[in-house]
Structure formats: structure tokens, C-alpha cells
């Protein structure tokens, strides 16, 4: 079973459009993740919950909101894409905040 | 000044060579070092922590300078599937939160 599970692994889409990547992990983690990986290969910290509760919240653009039903999922709805969008998106967890991070595979957002 | 820095390379090396990769971080209260792997168009892997009195995994070993604020990934007898991109991981001011370097790509030849 996969630990930590992101879908789609592509999303291809126009600028302008509304889209969500949703990102489920079977750790039993109490911290979920959002990271941003750009052209460049730099990774950034988008997001952190702890057991559903909003921890970090970078200074990203208020199109970007994260949702977390559960703490086993953690959902990343993008309003009004634009094309700096454009980026790999990663899911993370671990077990407790400030402990080694597991990743998703990564969804390939691409703005057009 | 950014959080954590390395040398982006590449690093060409043959097959069995030993190679060293180091990072800087620029919080000296940093509490947490890791070294990852990210294979193209792969997730990052965790390959090792960090500890004070540095640490050994087969090939593998890490090391920890706090007084220079540093870290170091050495690998010795490269494989060919040793090519990744090499990413060091700090925490940084805010503790809950890992900064992540750029990465420095090793390419291991035949």
C-alpha cells in the first residue's frame, strides 16, 4: 500500500480554471504537508496542518486553500490558475511536526 | 541569505569513487538535519538523518559541524543507481518548519 497517495499525477488545465489535488496518508501521521517544487528544483513549504489544525501558512497567494477533513487527508483547492502556477506539488507527512517528512509522488501542475 | 545552501553541481564521478557533499544553514539553532534523494521526476526520499556525532549507514555517512554550521553526505564506492539529486533538510527559525536546500545532482559514471 502506498504510504502517502496524491491524485491526480498530471493536471493539465487553462489559465483561469479552479482545480484540487487531494493527498490521503495511511501512516497514522498526526502532520500533513503541501510543498511547492518549481522549475528551478527549489521546495517549498506551502502548508502544514497538525492533526487537522492549521500550523503553517506560507506567505502563498489566498487562491491556494487547504483543506483537512480528517487527519489522513489533506486536500489543495487552486482558484483562478495562473501560469506561475505552473510547478510539481508534493503531499507530506510525519508522525509529529519537526520529524522526518514522507512524500507523495507529486502532481505536475501545468498552466496554459 | 537563504536558509540552507548547497553546491547545485553536477558532480561527475566513475564508479567506486567516494564523493562529499556539504550544506550550510544559516540558523545556529537549527535542531534537525536530514539528507534526502530525489530521483528525476521523483518524490524526495529520506536517505539518512542527521546526528550530533554523525552517523554511518553502509556506504553512506553523515556528519554535522554546528560550530560552521554545516552538514555532509560522503558516499563511498559510487553505484551507477548512487545518481540522484542529493537535498539537505533543515529546520530553521520557526521550528516547525523544514527548510530545504536546492539540491546537488551526482552523476556516477561506468
Known amino acids: 500500500d502506498t504510504a502517502v497517495s496524491q491524485t491526480p499525477k498530471y493536471l493539465v488545465t487553462q489559465m483561469g480554471n479552479d482545480k484540487s489535488i487531494k493527498c490521503e496518508q495511511n501512516?497514522?501521521?498526526?502532520?500533513m504537508y503541501w510543498y511547492k517544487q518549481d522549475s528551478k528544483k527549489f521546495l517549498k513549504i506551502m502548508f502544514s496542518y497538525n492533526n487537522k489544525e492549521l500550523i503553517i501558512n506560507e506567505t502563498v497567494p489566498n487562491r491556494f486553500s487547504p483543506k483537512s477533513p480528517d487527519k489522513a487527508h489533506l486536500n489543495l483547492h487552486i482558484n483562478s490558475l495562473e501560469l506561475g502556477d505552473s510547478a510539481v506539488y508534493f503531499c507530506?507527512?510525519?508522525?509529529?511536526?519537526?520529524?522526518?517528512?514522507?512524500f507523495g509522488s507529486g502532481t505536475q501542475l501545468s498552466v496554459l | 541569505r537563504k536558509e540552507v545552501e548547497q553546491d547545485p553541481g553536477p558532480f561527475n564521478v566513475p564508479e567506486g569513487a567516494t564523493v562529499a557533499f556539504n550544506c550550510t544553514y544559516s540558523?545556529?539553532?537549527?535542531?534537525?538535519f536530514f539528507w534526502y534523494r530525489q530521483d528525476c521526476r521523483k518524490e524526495p526520499k529520506l536517505l539518512m538523518s542527521?546526528?550530533?556525532s554523525g552517523n554511518e549507514d553502509g556506504r553512506f555517512t553523515a556528519q554535522l559541524n554546528r560550530a560552521s554550521q554545516y552538514i555532509s553526505l560522503l558516499i563511498r564506492d559510487s553505484k551507477l543507481s548512487d545518481s540522484a539529486t542529493y537535498l539537505c533538510?533543515?529546520?530553521?527559525?520557526?521550528?516547525?518548519?523544514?527548510?530545504f536546500g536546492s539540491g546537488t545532482k551526482l552523476n556516477v559514471k561506468p
Open positions: 540558523n545556529s539553532a537549527s535542531q534537525s
Open positions: 507530506a507527512s510525519s508522525q509529529q511536526l519537526n520529524e522526518k517528512l514522507f
Open positions: 542527521v546526528y550530533s
Open positions: 501512516l497514522g501521521h498526526d502532520t
Open positions: 533538510v533543515v529546520n530553521g527559525r520557526n521550528f516547525n518548519k523544514f527548510y
